[in-house]
């Protein structure tokens, strides 16, 4: 046991010492966290706020570095001007006085210089005669240490000193004065110094309020700013939870408020869409079960062997076929309308010439149901788009019209041009239409309430087929009617207009043949 227990020892030695296989790297790739301090891992509203201090600091720098250079530079060159303005004007005085006194070494011809010691704050002033004796010498002590000699304490360096001459009244130079600033080197008094620095202290205290004040601004500015995109986000995330009725309610002019109104209108596509979804698979299966159901149960009956199986049933199941395959080809024509499936042809129509052949092909139709049917044209009404789904779109409209009118009415069609639409109407003297019927007409498989006898052939699809045809061709449909007094259905149609599209022009104008149409509209 104890010659077994060193081995283990000197692997685990080995592997620490040895080139780190296995161990080491569990012991570097322990902090795997990598959280790098990234400009991009902040929040909107820290880098805004960052942002707005960044700003602000750059400024009061570019700011402190200006007021610096202008101190260095010309406000020593102020104080430098005004000791030498001093020093010119202590020397004239002297000069009127020695005019009078014609001394240097008289004490009232040098008093203005004592006055300028006396009235400016650290500053030193000498006179010296054209012999270069010093009548006078602010400056000057004792200096005990070399036996009581006298001492000034004028700089050495020339740099340092301003100087003006003593001049008389004839010109002549009979002395100068030098004046000094102690303890500086620039002729800067103590008063101008403390003025500086105190104008440094002001220009940092006044940097680092602006800074707080720029982010404080900042953060006010990104909060308010981001408090709409996350009522945005807030409303994707519960539109993403199945919570279609969430809304973000932003109104306004900016940029963001206009997306959340764009974002408020998809959301609103999307739930009617769905709300349509769930609308369509109801109303098919609600459509698809009648006619299922009587089928299996005629069928049923035969098999049982209640009913014969004699041509009389099978007509009977045979009707109930077809009007199942109707409902599926309307809802197949339909769909591909929707999801423009099918590519809309691109062509100079004549609605007129288009409009009286399916009049030509409805005649019969309209005669067999006992009614009477009228057809009037303005000439050379002209638009662009599909013929064959103009044509659809009108002869669903006259179907309808001949469904829900009821026996010795009127059916009239028209074709108009106006300033930029063609129209097409179809009136009848029908059973009419509310107003609450009005703004249901074009949904799927909506029908009259005196109209839904399913022997009339109607499927409920047709005139939302309309409603997709015009909305393809930039148009709209106009519903106008009365219960009880008939209905007007108008199809409006951008006008085609020749000058404006001669360019686009694909050639004549096509003169449309007219193909037979079905008894019944969809």
Known sequence: MT??????????????????????????????????????????????TLAFALIAAMTALVAIGVVSFVWEQHFRTYTADNMQTLCKTTADRIAMLYDQSGSLWDPET?????????????????????????????????DEEQAGT????????????????IQ????????????????????????????????????FIAAAVAIVLASCIGFLFARNLVAPINRIMGAARAIGKGDLSARTDLHGEDEVARLGETFDAMAESVEKDRDLERRLTTDVAHELRTPLMAIQATVEAMVDGVYEADEERLVTVNSEIQRLSRLVNALLKLSRLENRADPMKEEVVNVGDL????????????????????????PDVQVKGDADMIRQATANLISNAVRYTPEGGHIQVSVRKGDIMASIAVKDTGIGLSKEEARMVFSRFWRADAGRNRESGGLGVGLAVVKEIVDRHGGWVQVEGEKGKGACFTIHIPLYDAAVESRDRKGAIPRVG?????????
């Open 514 to 522: 007219h193909k037979k149409q079905p008894k019944s509209g969809r």
């Open 3 to 48: 010659e077994v227990e060193p081995k283990p020892r000197i692997l685990e030695t080995a592997e620490e010492v040895a080139p780190p296989a296995t161990s080491s790297p569990s012991v570097t790739r322990k902090p795997p966290r990598r959280r790098r301090l990234r400009w991009s891992s902040f929040s909107y509203t820290t880098r805004v």
């Open 110 to 142: 040098t008093k203005p210089a004592a006055q300028a010691v006396e009235l400016t704050s650290g500053v030193g002033v000498k006179v010296i005669d054209d012999n270069g004796e010093v009548p006078f010498d602010s400056s000057i002590v004792i």
């Open 355 to 378: 409009i009286a052949g399916i009049i030509a092909t409805h005649e019969m139709f309209v005669s067999d149901s006992g009614l009477t049917l009228e057809y009037d044209a303005q």
């Open 150 to 165: 006298l001492k000034s304490f004028e700089p050495s360096d020339r740099s340092q000193l301003a100087v003006a001459p």
């Open 168 to 203: 008389a009244a004839d010109g002549e130079t009979v002395g100068y004065v030098r004046l000094w600033v102690y303890g500086s080197e620039a002729l800067m008094r103590q008063p101008d110094q403390e003025f500086r620095d105190n104008s440094y202290q002001a220009m």
